[in-house]
C-alpha cells in the first residue's frame, strides 16, 4: 500500500536543475523563500517540468539546506512540446521533449530586424501551440528599426493577437495580456528576449546577449524557468516561462492532420481535395494549390505549410541556414 499523503501541500515547480525541483508554495507569501525537491521514488518514471502542480512533503520550510519531496502530480491542463532536432534521435525516434506544462499562452517573441524575422519558425510555434491548445501571442521586438507591416501582413488572415516593443516603450499593453496567466515566451537567440523578462521582471537578471555578424543569436538563458510578474493593482500579476533561445522548434509529434491546424487561412481550401489527398506541391488534385492561385490565401503561407509537411516527413531540412536567405526575407527559414 503506497501512503495517500493527505498532509501534502500544493506546490508549483519553477525551475528544474540535475534531479533538484525548485518550488513555491500555493499559498505561500509573495517574499517567501522557495522549497527544493526531489521526486519520490514512488512516482516511478513520471517526469516533473516546470509548470508543474505537485504535492510536496517533507520540509517545506525553504530554509538553507532543507530538502521536501514531490509526491504528486496535478493532472495537466495544457503541455507544449517540441521535438528536438535532427541529429538528437532515439532507437524510437526523434527525442519529444516537454517545454512546460499547465500554460496558457505561447509568446513567440521575434525581432523585426537584427536578425530578421523568419516567418517559418513563426509558422511552427504556432501549430505547436495550437496542437497544445494554447493561445498565441506575437510579441514583435526592435520595432524602432524596422516596421512591422511586412510580418503582420503575412499573417493578416489569421487575425492573430501582438505587441510592438522597443527600448524606449511601455511594456503595458504586454502587461494586460499577461496579467493573470502563465505564459511561455519562445524565441530564436538574439531576438532580445532575456532583454524583455528584465523589463517585465526587474530582479530576473537574465542574461543578455549580442548578434553576430551573420546574424545569429548567441545563447544566453540556459533553462527553463518560471519567473512571477510584479503584482498590478495589488492583484497577482501571472507567470512567465522564459526558454532559452532555440534555433529549430520542431513538430515530429504533432500529426500530418493537425499540423493544418497552424494554418486556418487554408483549411477552407482542403475542401475539394480529394480523399487522402497529402496537400504536398506533387498532387495535381490538391484544392490547396487552386485555392491558392484563385487569391484565397497568400502563396507564402501554402509554402511554408508545404515545407513543414515535407520536413516532417524527413525529406528536407527543418529550416535554412542563414547565409542562404536574404536578410529583408521574412518569410524564409523555420
Known amino acids: 500500500m503506497r501512503p495517500r499523503h493527505a498532509d501534502a501541500v500544493e506546490g508549483f515547480v519553477i525551475a528544474v536543475d540535475r534531479g533538484r525541483y525548485t518550488c513555491v508554495l500555493a499559498d505561500a507569501r509573495l517574499d517567501a523563500s522557495p522549497v527544493t525537491a526531489m521526486r519520490a521514488r514512488e512516482l516511478g518514471r513520471k517526469s516533473v517540468v516546470v509548470g508543474d502542480r505537485v504535492g510536496l512533503v517533507g520540509d517545506t520550510?525553504?530554509?538553507?539546506?532543507?530538502?521536501?519531496?514531490?509526491?504528486?502530480?496535478?493532472?495537466?491542463?495544457?503541455?507544449?512540446?517540441?521535438?528536438?532536432e535532427d541529429d538528437a534521435t532515439t532507437a524510437e525516434g526523434r527525442l519529444e521533449r516537454v517545454v512546460v506544462a499547465n500554460?496558457?499562452?505561447?509568446?513567440?517573441?521575434?525581432?523585426?530586424?537584427?536578425?530578421?524575422?523568419?516567418?517559418?519558425?513563426?509558422?511552427?510555434?504556432?501549430?505547436?501551440?495550437?496542437?497544445?491548445?494554447?493561445?498565441?501571442?506575437?510579441?514583435?521586438?526592435?520595432?524602432?528599426?524596422a516596421g512591422p507591416e511586412e510580418v503582420l501582413g503575412y499573417y493578416a488572415e489569421l487575425r492573430l493577437p501582438y505587441v510592438?516593443?522597443?527600448?524606449?516603450?511601455?511594456?503595458?499593453?504586454?502587461?494586460?495580456?499577461?496579467?493573470?496567466r502563465i505564459s511561455v515566451l519562445v524565441g530564436h537567440s538574439g531576438v532580445g528576449k532575456s532583454t524583455l523578462v528584465n523589463r517585465l521582471v526587474p530582479d530576473a537578471a537574465r542574461t543578455v546577449g549580442q548578434v553576430s555578424a551573420i546574424g545569429r543569436g548567441r545563447h544566453t538563458s540556459t533553462s527553463v524557468v518560471a519567473l512571477r510578474l510584479?503584482?498590478?493593482?495589488?492583484?497577482?500579476?501571472?507567470?512567465?516561462?522564459?526558454?532559452?533561445?532555440?534555433?529549430?522548434?520542431?513538430?515530429a509529434h504533432v500529426s500530418a492532420d493537425s499540423l493544418l491546424h497552424g494554418f486556418p487561412d487554408l483549411t477552407e481550401g482542403t475542401a475539394d481535395c480529394p480523399a487522402n489527398c497529402p496537400h504536398t506541391a506533387g498532387e495535381p488534385d490538391c484544392g490547396l494549390s487552386t485555392w491558392v492561385a484563385t487569391g484565397h490565401a497568400d502563396p507564402r503561407r501554402l509554402a511554408s505549410y508545404?515545407?513543414?509537411?515535407?520536413?516532417?516527413?524527413?525529406?528536407?531540412?527543418?529550416?535554412?541556414?542563414p547565409s542562404s536567405r536574404k536578410p529583408d526575407d521574412p518569410t524564409a527559414g523555420a
Do not use: M
Open 61 to 84: 520550510s525553504g530554509a538553507p539546506g532543507a530538502l521536501a519531496r514531490i509526491v504528486r502530480i496535478a493532472d495537466r491542463r495544457s503541455v507544449l512540446r517540441r521535438t528536438a
Open 103 to 145: 500554460a496558457d499562452q505561447l509568446v513567440i517573441v521575434s525581432a523585426l530586424a537584427d536578425p530578421p524575422p523568419r516567418t517559418g519558425f513563426i509558422d511552427r510555434c504556432l501549430v505547436a501551440a495550437y496542437d497544445a491548445d494554447i493561445e498565441p501571442l506575437l510579441c514583435l521586438t526592435k520595432a524602432d528599426l
Open 164 to 180: 510592438l516593443t522597443c527600448p524606449d516603450s511601455t511594456l503595458d499593453a504586454l502587461c494586460g495580456l499577461l496579467a493573470g
Open 230 to 251: 510584479p503584482p498590478v493593482d495589488g492583484e497577482a500579476g501571472g507567470w512567465i516561462v522564459d526558454t532559452p533561445g532555440i534555433r529549430s522548434f520542431g513538430l
Open 306 to 321: 508545404r515545407r513543414l509537411l515535407a520536413s516532417r516527413a524527413g525529406e528536407s531540412e527543418p529550416y535554412a541556414k
